[in-house]
């Protein structure tokens, strides 16, 4: 009997790291906020590098920012900024005004560069 109860023991925690593994692998969606309008800017950086962001505006006025950063695909949320737009993420910052935006490590060193710098559209 002590075996068995082992073995559904076993059994149990397989079957949680399972559906754990499956809670992890599911879309993020919240409809209860729905997407008004959606534009997806491509920037050509000071670097070299290049970066794609799509911009979410819902219908209850909040704004959302879609980038990849280091290889993963990050949702950024508008928050108050003193000009231009500012969208956090994380411990990162993507920050733009007109044409132009600038990513930066908000951990990094205050003095320390950019991730990315000089960004612009239409470029």
């Known amino acids: 009997m002590k075996s068995l109860g082992l073995t559904l023991g ?4 397989l079957c949680l790291m399972s559906v754990t593994h499956l809670a992890f692998a599911m879309p993020l969606t ?3 906020i729905q997407t008004l309008t959606t534009n997806t800017l491509r920037y050509k950086c000071s670097s070299g590098n290049s970066l794609t962001v ?3 505006n819902t219908k209850n006025k ?3 920012a879609l980038l990849t950063v280091d290889g993963r695909k990050m ?5 108050l900024a003193a000009s231009g737009a500012k969208y956090v993420g ?3 910052t993507w920050w733009t005004k007109g044409p132009e ?3 930066t490590d908000d951990t990094a060193d ?3 560069a950019p991730m990315l710098a000089g960004c612009k559209t239409g470029t």
């Open 10 to 13: 076993m059994l149990g925690t």
């Open 30 to 32: 919240a409809p209860q």
């Open 54 to 56: 799509q911009y979410m």
């Open 62 to 64: 909040q704004s959302f």
């Open 75 to 79: 949702l950024f949320v508008n928050v």
């Open 90 to 92: 994380d411990h990162y």
């Open 101 to 103: 935006g600038s990513l």
């Open 110 to 112: 205050p003095n320390a």
